[in-house]
């Protein structure tokens, strides 16, 4: 139908009411609060460690991710969202992870021209999951990158970082899971030992298994099966496989959580899902979200600058799940910020507007919060509602003031001002021209 047709066609149908997206969520007050302020946690905390923000496109070639990623990994297999651009063909993807775009982000822009670089980033990321409890089809991540420096040190610095933010954010019941996966060659002589004990079971390893095992034997290490795990666990461990420089910054990393007092343990079987990794990789977990327990996952991955196009870089980092991790504050009984303005304004009469309006200029301005009384348009009232229904509001707002810009008061230069909540007094006047005394005074602590 032309826009011009569309436009002269009566609606005589209610139009069907239209729904997102599956797996992909709205987040909406009250629960917002809670992310504003995990963010607000999160920039203060990256400050504190020196960390810089970027902000990168949510939509890359889909060539970055099979070459960033790899080609048989989870992701790229059967979770990315893709598409060709309409106009150029162009293959492209929604992010599912935000490594591939910042290593991309910095290549281009020759950021490591002048020494390396501390990194984060927050933002929406896409796979297509099934839907459930804490897998999401949107969902966002935080993430904190550090390139251009090889040893250990900011490893254990950004375990550090991670290990700071639970504490901040108040999260209990978080563990820590760290291990090694060397070097390219000792993972090629560990693959070979691994390929041939699995051969010897082959006939408990389940298709995906069996299609990985001359691909990606070493992801049939954090299976799910069960029927597998006996085969799994005695499979031979990468970190046997591993030579002395490998074992010496592994060493090395585990020093220096030990010396600030990071607890850990080793799981010789975490590979993580993402084929760029070396070195060190690493997992925090919970045990109060049910199988989704992972909250953020990490390690090294100093071949992957090269792999985008880069001068080779070493680079280390992680990624957290943002809701995972508001699930779990939620889950240990937080209270939510407290939303409340601290000032509702009942306006009787339009006629009072302009005043009030003001007014509450003046108390923004002050810091004070201010919520200001709308009507419906209606009538000759312009539809302001009765005192009775506007107070009623303000009440249900829970600000702690009430301001009355009754016609009255306003004649005389004042506004009514009137507690909201017990025990801060009773109604009294204020002048207009000292609203902002009256406002510097909630401010300051009583
Ligand atoms: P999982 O094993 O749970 O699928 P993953 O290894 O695919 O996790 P990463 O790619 O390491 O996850 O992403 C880092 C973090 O992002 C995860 O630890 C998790 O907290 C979060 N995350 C990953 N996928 C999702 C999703 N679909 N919905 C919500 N959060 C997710
Ligand atoms: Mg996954």
Same mark, same amino acid.
């Given at each position: 139908?032309?826009?011009?047709?569309?436009?002269?066609? #009566?609606?005589?149908?209610?139009?069907?009411?239209?729904?997102?997206?599956?797996?992909?969520?709205?987040?909406?007050?009250?629960?917002?609060?809670?992310?504003?302020?995990?963010?607000?946690?999160?920039?203060?905390?990256?400050?504190?460690?020196?960390?810089?923000?970027?902000?990168?496109?949510?939509?890359?070639? =889909?060539?970055?991710?099979?070459?960033?990623?790899?080609?048989?990994?989870?992701?790229?297999?059967?979770?990315?969202?893709?598409?060709?651009?309409?106009?150029?063909?162009?293959?492209?993807?929604?992010?599912?992870?935000?490594?591939? $775009?910042?290593?991309?982000?910095?290549?281009?822009?020759?950021?490591?021209?002048?020494?390396?670089?501390?990194?984060?980033?927050?933002?929406?990321?896409?796979?297509?999951?099934? #839907?459930?409890? $804490?897998?999401?089809?949107?969902?966002?991540?935080?993430?904190?990158?550090?390139?251009?420096?090889?040893?250990?040190?900011?490893?254990?610095?950004?375990?550090?970082?991670?290990?700071?933010?639970?504490?901040?954010?108040?999260?209990?019941?978080?563990?820590?899971?760290?291990?090694?996966?060397?070097? #390219?060659?000792?993972?090629?002589?560990?693959?070979?030992?691994?390929?041939?004990?699995?051969?010897?079971?082959?006939?408990?390893?389940?298709?995906?298994?069996?299609?990985?095992?001359?691909?990606?034997?070493?992801?049939?290490?954090? =299976?799910?099966?069960?029927?597998?795990?006996?085969?799994?666990?005695?499979?031979?461990?990468?970190?046997?496989?591993?030579?002395?420089?490998?074992?010496?910054?592994?060493?090395?990393?585990?020093?220096?959580?030990?010396?600030?007092?990071?607890?850990?343990?080793?799981? #010789?079987?975490?590979?993580?899902?993402?084929?760029?990794?070396?070195?060190?990789?690493?997992?925090?977990?919970?045990?109060?979200?049910?199988?989704?327990? =992972?909250?953020?996952?990490?390690?090294?991955?100093?071949?992957?600058?090269?792999?985008?196009?880069?001068?080779?870089?070493?680079?280390?980092?992680?990624?957290?799940?943002?809701?995972?991790?508001?699930?779990?504050?939620?889950?240990?009984?937080?209270?939510?910020?407290?939303?409340?303005?601290?000032?509702?304004?009942?306006?009787?009469?339009?006629?009072?507007?302009?005043?009030?309006?003001?007014?509450?200029?003046?108390?923004?301005?002050?810091?004070?919060?201010?919520?200001?009384?709308?009507?419906?348009?209606?009538?000759?009232?312009?539809?302001?509602?009765?005192?009775?229904?506007?107070?009623?509001?303000?009440?249900?707002?829970?600000?702690?003031?009430?301001?009355?810009?009754?016609?009255?008061?306003?004649?005389?230069?004042?506004?009514?001002?009137?507690?909201?909540?017990?025990?801060?007094?009773?109604?009294?006047?204020?002048?207009?021209?000292?609203?902002?005394?009256?406002?510097?005074?909630?401010?300051?602590?009583?």
């Amino acid at each position: 139908m032309s826009e011009s047709l569309k436009e002269q066609t #009566p609606k005589l149908v209610k139009a069907q009411k239209l729904v997102g997206v599956k797996g992909m969520n709205d987040i909406l007050p009250p629960d917002s609060a809670r992310w504003e302020w995990l963010e607000g946690q999160v920039r203060s905390l990256m400050a504190r460690y020196a960390y810089r923000n970027v902000r990168l496109p949510i939509v890359e070639p =889909t060539a970055l991710f099979v070459r960033g990623l790899g080609e048989v990994t989870d992701i790229v297999e059967k979770e990315m969202y893709s598409f060709e651009d309409r106009l150029n063909g162009e293959q492209l993807t929604l992010r599912p992870e935000g490594t591939a $775009g910042l290593v991309r982000s910095v290549v281009e822009h020759n950021l490591l021209y002048e020494g390396g670089k501390r990194l984060y980033y927050m933002g929406p990321m896409f796979r297509h999951e099934r #839907p459930q409890r $804490g897998r999401y089809r949107q969902f966002h991540q935080i993430g904190a990158e550090v390139l251009g420096f090889g040893g250990p040190e900011v490893d254990a610095e950004l375990i550090l970082l991670a290990n700071d933010l639970w504490k901040v954010l108040g999260l209990k019941d978080v563990r820590l899971e760290l291990n090694s996966l060397g070097q #390219p060659l000792e993972r090629q002589a560990h693959r070979a030992a691994l390929i041939a004990h699995l051969e010897r079971h082959s006939e408990v390893l389940d298709e995906e298994a069996q299609r990985r095992l001359h691909t990606n034997p070493l992801r049939i290490l954090d =299976t799910k099966n069960p029927a597998m795990q006996s085969v799994v666990e005695s499979a031979p461990r990468l970190l046997d496989f591993l030579g002395e420089a490998s074992m010496t910054h592994f060493n090395a990393v585990k020093a220096m959580l030990d010396v600030n007092g990071v607890a850990y343990s080793i799981n #010789p079987r975490l590979v993580r899902g993402m084929d760029y990794y070396n070195l060190t990789v690493f997992e925090f977990i919970t045990t109060s979200l049910g199988s989704q327990g =992972t909250i953020c996952g990490g390690g090294r991955y100093d071949y992957l600058v090269e792999q985008v196009g880069g001068k080779p870089a070493p680079a280390v980092g992680w990624a957290l799940g943002v809701e995972r991790v508001l699930e779990l504050i939620k889950e240990q009984g937080e209270a939510l910020p407290d939303l409340a303005p601290d000032v509702y304004a009942i306006i009787p009469e339009t006629a009072a507007l302009p005043v009030a309006m003001q007014v509450l200029q003046t108390l923004r301005a002050c810091g004070v919060s201010a919520h200001m009384h709308a009507g419906s348009g209606e009538g000759m009232g312009m539809g302001m509602g009765s005192m009775k229904s506007q107070f009623k509001k303000a009440d249900g707002s829970g600000a702690r003031f009430a301001l009355v810009f009754g016609a009255e008061e306003l004649g005389r230069g004042q506004v009514a001002i009137k507690s909201l909540r017990d025990g801060e007094g009773a109604q009294r006047t204020e002048s207009l021209l000292a609203v902002a005394d009256w406002a510097h005074s909630l401010q300051s602590p009583s």
